[in-house]
Structure formats: C-alpha cells, structure tokens
C-alpha cells in the first residue's frame, strides 16, 4: 500500500529519502548537476532563516519510492510555496507522485500559500508535454511560465579556446578586473550587494511570481558563510571603474563533495556598462582563475549554466565560450 510521512531531519530515512529524489531527477538525461548528500543535509538542519523547508517521503510498504521537498519563502513571496517530487523510476504511474502532491498540497494550504511552484527538465527535442515530469506537472495544473537552457562545457576548459577569447576581448579603457576565490573582500562588499541587486532586478523570469529582492551587505555576509558551510568555494571576477565602482561581475561554485561538475551562476554587466565586451571579460579571466586553482577542481568534468531562452547576449557570450544545450528547465505555477 502506498502512503506518505513527513521526516525530521534526523530521520533515519532521509538519506533514502534525498537518494531517491536525486535517481528520480537524474534519470534517462544527460549529466546534471545535483546538490551533495553533504550540502543538502546541512541546509535542511539550520534554523529557518528567509526560507523553511520540509520533507515529505512516499513508501510503498515499507519501501521509500519516492519524496518532495518543499521551501517556504518567509520574507518575500510569502503566498508561494515551491516543491521538488521525485518518484523512482520502477515505481512510477501507480499514484505515489499524485499521493505525494495531496500531502504537498495540504501542506501549503497549512501555511496560507495559494501558489505552487517547480521545475521540471525535459530534455532536448523532447516536448515539455511528453516529458513525465511535464505530463504530471500539467496534470496536477501547473504549467511553464519561464524556460531556460541548461548547458555544459567541457572541463579542464579548453585553453586554445581560452586564449583566442582572451585575444579577442581586450580590456575596454577605464576598467579593472579583479579575480579572487572565497568571501567577498570588505572593501567590495557594499557594491558587490548592489550588483546583487541589480542583478535580481535584470534576470529574465518569464512570468514565474518572484520578487527581485534587495540584497545588503549581511546577506551576501551570511549566504558566503553558509555556501562555505556547505562546502562550496566561490570563484569570482569583478570590473571595477576608475572610481572603484562595480560594473559587472561573474561567479562559479565549485563543490568539496561534487567530483563532476563546476557551476558557473551570475553574470552581471551594469546598463551603463554593456557593449563593451565586459561580459566576455569577466567570464575569461574567471575561467583562467578556475584553470589555476589546480586541486580543488582536479578531475571536474563539466561546467554547467542556465541562461533563459530570450536572453540573446547571455546565449551569445555562451556560445563563444563552446556551450552546449543539453535540456530545458521549465519554471512551473499553478493554484495550490
Ligand atoms: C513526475 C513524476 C514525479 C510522476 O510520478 P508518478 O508516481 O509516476 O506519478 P503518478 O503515478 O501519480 O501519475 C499521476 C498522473 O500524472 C500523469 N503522468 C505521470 N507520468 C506520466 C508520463 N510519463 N506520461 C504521461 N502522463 C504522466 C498522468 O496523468 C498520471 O495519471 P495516470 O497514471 O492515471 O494516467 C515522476 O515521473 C518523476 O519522478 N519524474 C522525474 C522528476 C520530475 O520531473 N519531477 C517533476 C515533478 S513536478
């Protein structure tokens, strides 16, 4: 019989539990990135802060055939609540998913949040319809509102291709770049919240219900203390004017617990910056940096990213730097 329970913590069922959502997610696609074991449990067992989590597992008898994990935002967006589901693969299209989503959906109910949120990955040339997390997605009414490409490059990076970028992009007058691993320095922590900001404002999100917070200096203070806590080191490059503002900046997450992937997350070039090749910029002496850092990125096979399908310069600066699509992230909503 199937049924669900939710699980502390400190369950003894929670590494079953994530190992399950994570074969779920994985299954039948090319390689993708997948939070540790290590990260994971780590942010599960803090006190809440701007998000709660819970965790929900289904069983059929005393099997755990798959789970869902649910964040609640508790400062902004607080009417949504958004939901990773999982069920393994030789135990779907017998209702655990459906059961799951009934347990899901009292949950938010419990907590006053009206909107359901979550993304499911269909890959290339599959349409968003014939995927089973998009026929289950559409099933329990949730539909796309935002698409992204995920795409790979490979990694130790090609370094004739580095170089030919590096030619190719010379530094724009008025500008440096500043590359360093680990927290942000003090002296650049007031701008790099405003870009943070900035960056928040100027994401594309289709039309997925998502408030472009303010990010001040504590925050990126404690989100640098608890990605370290989680075993991630930040590699980033900054441009900097004259007058020691920031014009842009990238950054890439690289995991103690992950052997395979790098990921490369923001880009930012601010509006009055754009068009002088910064973006380009800031990626390659990124790359260099990541390239130099020898150990901890030793064996690495892929850097991933996610740019949004109607990004036209972000799609571009990808394909200079050998990016290739592999799948499509859908950001779904629908009523709870
Ligand atoms: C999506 C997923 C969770 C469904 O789990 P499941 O236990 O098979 O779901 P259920 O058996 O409860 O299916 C409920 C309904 O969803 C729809 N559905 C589920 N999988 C489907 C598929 N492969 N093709 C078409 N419809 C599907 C059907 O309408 C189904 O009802 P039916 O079996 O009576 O026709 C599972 O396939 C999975 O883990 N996929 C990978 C992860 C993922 O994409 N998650 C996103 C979920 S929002």
């Excluded at 959906?105 to 006053?112: D, S």
Aim: aromatic letters at 6%; glycine letters at 10%; one cysteine or more.
């Amino acid at each position: 019989m199937l049924t669900t329970r939710e699980l502390g913590t400190d369950d003894p069922a929670l590494r079953d539990w994530y190992d399950a959502v994570r074969e779920a997610h994985l299954a039948d696609r090319e390689p993708a990135w997948w939070e540790s074991w290590e990260a994971t449990r780590t942010y599960l067992a803090r006190p809440a802060g701007r998000t709660a989590y819970r965790i929900v597992a289904a069983f059929d008898g005393d099997d755990l055939v798959g789970g869902a994990e649910l964040s609640l935002p508790l400062v902004d967006d607080t009417e949504t609540m958004s939901v990773v589901l999982g069920v393994l693969p030789g135990h779907r299209r017998r209702g655990a998913g459906a059961l799951l989503m009934t347990e899901v959906r009292a949950i938010a109910r419990e907590h006053g949040r009206s909107i359901l949120q979550t993304e499911v990955t269909v890959p290339d040339c599959v349409a968003f319809e014939s995927w089973c997390g998009g026929a289950f997605a559409g099933r329990q009414g949730m539909g796309s509102v935002s698409a992204e490409d995920r795409m790979l490059v490979d990694l130790p990076f090609d370094p004739a291709r580095l170089d030919r970028i590096v030619a190719g992009v010379p530094a724009p007058d008025g500008y440096r770049v500043l590359s360093f691993t680990g927290p942000c320095p003090d002296d650049l922590a007031a701008e790099w919240a405003r870009m943070r900001t900035q960056m928040n404002q100027d994401v594309p999100r289709g039309e997925l219900t998502r408030t472009a917070s303010v990010v001040d200096v504590d925050r990126i203070r404690l989100s640098d203390e608890q990605m370290a806590q989680q075993g991630w080191t930040k590699v980033r490059s900054v441009a900097l004017t004259e007058a020691g503002d920031g014009a842009g900046y990238t950054e890439m997450f690289v995991s103690a617990h992950d052997p395979d992937f790098v990921l490369q997350d923001d880009t930012l070039v601010g509006r009055e910056h754009r068009g002088r090749g910064l973006g380009a910029l800031l990626k390659a002496a990124n790359l260099e940096q990541l390239g130099a850092l020898g150990g901890p990125v030793e064996g690495r096979r892929w850097l991933q990213t996610h740019t949004e399908q109607g990004n036209v310069p972000m799609q571009h600066t990808n394909e200079r730097f050998g990016f290739r699509r592999v799948d499509v992230l859908h950001e779904c909503e629908g009523p709870v």
